[in-house]
C-alpha cells in the first residue's frame, strides 16, 4: 500500500501539471542542452590541474572533438531546485552546472547529445525516498516519456546510422535503463549501441553472470573493446561500505546488482582517474575541501586531477556488491590526503548514499578513454560490415 506521503506527493504532483501533459518538442533548440557545433551547456572550460603526489602542478588542457565517429546521448541524473515535484524544461544553474560535472568532457570522443526533460525535482525526490518509491517513479510517468520522446527524435533526425553510447547517473540511469528494455534490447537498433554507462543506479545480474537480469541481451563490459555492453557501478568509500539502509547495491531475490570497474574492467583492482571541482562542488552541493596542496596555492583551473590517489575494485558485503574506492592518503605529502564526495552540509559522511555525488567525477578519466577504445572498435566493425554490405544505409 503506498505511504500517506507517497499519496500526497503524487496528489501535488498531479495538481501541479496540466490535465494533460502536453510533448516536448524536441525539435527546438531550447529543449536540449548540448547538441553538436551549438554554444550551450557542453561549451565550457574543462582544463584541469594535475596535482603530482609531491604536491608539483601541471596544466592539462582539453578540446572537443567536432569529427567524432559516435555520439553520446546523455540523462542528467536529480538535480533540479524546481519547488514542484516535477521539473520546468528552463535551463537552470544546476542543469548546466551537472553538464559540467558529468558530461561535457566525453565531447572529445563523441558527438554530444543532452535533452532536457522534466524530471522529478529534488523536492520530489524527498517524499518518494521515504515511501521507498523512488526507483519505479523514475521509470515511469512524465520524466520517462520526455526522454523516449527526445530519444526518438535524435534517432530519427540526428543519429543518421551513427554508432551511440547511452550515459546517465542516478535518475537519468534509471530512465535509460526503462528505455534500453522497452526500446533497444533485443531490436535492430541495438547493433548501433556502442556502450551504456548507467551509474549511481542498480542493475541485477544473476550471480557469477555478465548477462540476464535488467537486461536480456545487453552484458557487462569486461574490457575496452568490447561493445553493446553496460558499465555500471555505485561506489563507496572503502572504510564506509554500504550500511543495511544503503540506497544502492542490493537487488531483491537471487540476483545480485551488477558491477563493473571502470578502471580495471577485467576484474581486480585498477587506479580512477578522477576529475574534481576544485571548489569542492559536486552534481548538487559544495562541500569545501582541505588545500588541494601544502603550502596552500591557488588552483586557477575549475578542475583537478589527483593521479595516484584512488583506486576501486567492485567488491561485496552482507548488504550490497559496490565500487569499493579506496584513497591512498600520505599525510606527510604535500598533497591533500582526502576526498569529499561522501560528506553532506552537516560535515557528516552520508553512508547510505556513499559517494553518489560524485560516482562520474570518480572515473570520469576511465570512462572517456573507455569510450575512445569502443569508438575505435566500432567504427572499424562499421568499416567491416559496408565491405561486406556495401548498400546498408
Not at 503524487?10 to 531550447?30: D, F, I, M
Not at 528505455?179 to 543506479?201: F, H, Q, Y
Not at 586557477?300 to 552482507?318: D, F, K
Amino acid at each position: 500500500m503506498l505511504s500517506l506521503m507517497w499519496k500526497l506527493s503524487l496528489l501535488v504532483a498531479l495538481a501541479a501539471l496540466p490535465s494533460v501533459a502536453q510533448p516536448n518538442n524536441y525539435g527546438e533548440a531550447k529543449s536540449w542542452l548540448c547538441r553538436p557545433g551549438q554554444h550551450d551547456a557542453c561549451d565550457v572550460d574543462l582544463t584541469a590541474t594535475v596535482i603530482a603526489p609531491g604536491g608539483k602542478l601541471s596544466r592539462e588542457t582539453w578540446t572537443a572533438n567536432s569529427n567524432a565517429p559516435i555520439d553520446c546521448f546523455y540523462v542528467y541524473p536529480t538535480v533540479s531546485t524546481d519547488p514542484t515535484p516535477n521539473s520546468d524544461m528552463i535551463a537552470d544553474e544546476a542543469e548546466r552546472n551537472v553538464i559540467s560535472q558529468q558530461f561535457a568532457r566525453f565531447a572529445s570522443k563523441c558527438r554530444p547529445f543532452a535533452p532536457m526533460y522534466r524530471q522529478i525535482t529534488l523536492a520530489g525526490l524527498r517524499p518518494l525516498l521515504a515511501s521507498g518509491g523512488a526507483a519505479a517513479a523514475f521509470e515511469h510517468g512524465l520524466q520517462y516519456d520526455d526522454v523516449r520522446d527526445a530519444w526518438n527524435y535524435y534517432l530519427e533526425h540526428d543519429n543518421r546510422g551513427h554508432g551511440f553510447v547511452l550515459i546517465g547517473h542516478s535518475q537519468g540511469a534509471f530512465i535509460l535503463a526503462a528505455l534500453i528494455r522497452n526500446e533497444i534490447d533485443g531490436k535492430p537498433v541495438a547493433s548501433r549501441m556502442v556502450s551504456a554507462i548507467l551509474l549511481g543506479t542498480t542493475l541485477a545480474v544473476p550471480r557469477g553472470k555478465d548477462l540476464g537480469g535488467t537486461f536480456k541481451h545487453v552484458p557487462l563490459c569486461r574490457s575496452a573493446s568490447q561493445t553493446g555492453c553496460v558499465i555500471t557501478y555505485a561506489s563507496f568509500r572503502s572504510t564506509v561500505p554500504p550500511p543495511t539502509n544503503t540506497l544502492f547495491g542490493k537487488v531483491p531475490g537471487e540476483n545480485i546488482a551488477a558491477c563493473t570497474n571502470p578502471a580495471a574492467l577485467g576484474g581486480g583492482t585498477g587506479e580512477l582517474h578522477a576529475y574534481l571541482s576544485t571548489t569542492g562542488s559536486t552534481i548538487v552541493s559544495t562541500i569545501p575541501s582541505k588545500p588541494w596542496v601544502t603550502p596552500d596555492r591557488p588552483i586557477a583551473t575549475p578542475w583537478v586531477s589527483v593521479p595516484g590517489m584512488l583506486t576501486a575494485r567492485c567488491t561485496s558485503n552482507e548488504n550490497a556488491t559496490y565500487l569499493e574506492v579506496t584513497v591512498h592518503a600520505d599525510p606527510s605529502g604535500r598533497r591533500t590526503d582526502d576526498i569529499t564526495g561522501d560528506i553532506g552540509t552537516g560535515g557528516q559522511v552520508q553512508a547510505n548514499w556513499g559517494l553518489h555525488l560524485i560516482d562520474v567525477n570518480l572515473a570520469l578519466g576511465n570512462l572517456v578513454d573507455i569510450v575512445g577504445r569502443q569508438a575505435e572498435k566500432a567504427t572499424q566493425s562499421g568499416k567491416e560490415r559496408r565491405r561486406v554490405s556495401p548498400h546498408e544505409p
